[in-house]
């Protein structure tokens, strides 16, 4: 058994994983020593491994119980990869990878390429780390918590907001060797939860921002933070006893978000959050990730299913070909033609928008995905 990163209170979700087989772009890894039944296609010279091929690629890198929580692209186009008990791994393309030691035990939660070179790493009870473009060393910056950083935030002026388990919310601005905390008035904000709860700070699981510096981070009890232009947080959604959201995405103009988090459910607003409309498009599954690339929107979950929709509340469930109904895809990063996701079982697939597109229009004609159904 593994356990999932993600903590609802006083409670640890725990996945059963009988069979796991990590596949990376051009690399390929049976835990089991079996082959998968399908196959999985890149991009942007990543290989295409078809099901015939894998005898001759398998590799142990990993183990069977290790997970994926976190990715990061780099300025050279490689993916940084982040797991459980301190796994690191960076994948380029043509079976390039390379397994990194940060010599530590520590769950690696988050993981970001800033701006300006460097990559942070956020681990459990307060790990930060922190590393060069080259990844070849590590140091281990010290800031005032013991909590798990679950997300980093970064703006276009270099400011970055990390949040974490029971509150955690601090900010830094560049070199990132000082964290300063962000306080918060939780009692206004979770008045009602705490009511039927008890006083508790919120886990803040992600957040989301947009280039003119709007900022969300989401979080427990259908927690959403919204800090503006001019730098004021307010409360945009929840603060009573409801699911909590996991992930988020915000337009550009600040009007249109979507929402996704606990039971399946997804929030959309076009007027900046004064108003929701709800959706259960994942029959009480958990949902984790929401972007935006183009005109596809994207939300990843459960089981291992993508959720893609070319227009509002029309969303269409498909899977990898050769992805079993379990475990869970947990972290998703777009680039112009190219989106990376990763999961449990070190699952690792990147895919391209024309094959997104195939897969809501022309399914039967898709390589890479099948429905859910």
Not at 66 to 95: E, H, Q, S, W
Not at 179 to 197: C, G, M, N, R, T
Not at 305 to 320: D, G, H, L
Not at 342 to 358: C, H, K, M, P, Q
């Amino acid at each position: 058994m593994l356990m999932k990163f993600i903590k609802i209170r006083n409670k640890v979700v725990i996945l059963l994983v009988i069979l796991g087989v990590i596949q990376f772009s051009g690399i390929a890894i049976a835990t089991d020593g079996k082959g998968d039944e399908g196959h999985k296609k890149g991009s942007v010279g990543l290989t295409h491994i078809k099901s015939n091929q894998l005898a001759n690629a398998q590799h142990s890198i990993l183990q069977p119980r290790d997970n994926l929580f976190a990715i990061t692209r780099l300025d050279d186009g490689a993916y940084l990869l982040a797991g459980n008990n301190g796994l690191l791994l960076k994948v380029t393309g043509k079976k390039g990878y390379k397994k990194l030691n940060l010599n530590t035990n520590s769950d690696l939660l988050s993981v970001h390429a800033t701006q300006s070179g460097k990559v942070l790493l956020g681990a459990d009870k307060g790990g930060l780390f922190t590393s060069n473009g080259a990844l070849n060393k590590w140091s281990k910056t010290s800031i005032d918590t013991t909590e798990s950083i679950f997300n980093f935030i970064e703006l276009a002026t270099g400011e970055i907001i990390l949040s974490g388990s029971y509150g955690l919310l601090m900010s830094s601005k560049p070199p990132y060797s000082t964290w300063e905390p962000v306080i918060l008035p939780w009692a206004d904000y979770l008045k009602e939860a705490w009511q039927e709860f008890g006083e508790a700070d919120p886990h803040l699981y992600s957040g989301c921002h947009n280039q003119r510096g709007d900022i969300l981070v989401v979080g427990e009890f259908g927690l959403v933070l919204r800090r503006d232009v001019a730098g004021q947080w307010s409360k945009i959604h929840g603060g009573s006893i409801e699911p909590a959201i996991y992930g988020c995405d915000i337009s550009g103009n600040g009007e249109d978000i979507t929402l996704v988090g606990q039971k399946g459910f997804v929030y959309e607003s076009s007027n900046s959050g004064l108003s929701w409309l709800k959706s259960d498009i994942a029959q009480g599954d958990d949902l984790y990730k929401v972007h935006k690339t183009k005109d596809l929107s994207i939300i990843i979950g459960d089981k291992k299913n993508i959720y893609i929709s070319s227009k509002p509340s029309a969303w269409m469930c498909r899977r990898f070909i050769g992805d079993r109904p379990l475990g869970w895809l947990v972290d998703m990063v777009i680039s112009e033609n190219e989106t990376a996701i990763i999961g449990s079982n070190g699952s690792f697939n990147v895919t391209t928008y024309a094959s997104l597109l195939d897969a809501v229009y022309q399914l039967d004609r898709s390589k890479e995905f099948v429905s859910c159904e």
